[in-house]
């Protein structure tokens, strides 16, 4: 597993300020920046550059790399339907993340930066 607290971020690949608060992965973090791109990206599709200036691409389709954070590719509803999940991908690092989990990153930021 990668050093959270010095590893770059898996999406744009820039190393961490000091004091800057990210989100660990799996795989590595991701920046806040990242995450409120990503936030935006997931709703609106359009592609858009990192501040790292890496390409960020919206995926939905389930023949798409899963989430690296959680695993999905898609939400399972109450009753057991298939619903797609958008997932921010960024192609040259070979980094994906879903828009529940862009969420959840944006709650744990929002928290970090209050203290
Ligand atoms: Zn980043
Ligand atoms: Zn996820």
Known sequence: MADQRTASCRFCGRAPAPGEHRVPGPDGPICASCIAAGLKLVHDGQARP??????????????????EFCERRERYTFLGFRRSLARMKCPELGAVICADCLDHGGDLINKAYRH
């Open 50 to 67: 990192s501040r790292g200036e890496t390409v960020l691409v919206r995926v939905t389709s389930r023949d798409d790399e899963a989430c």
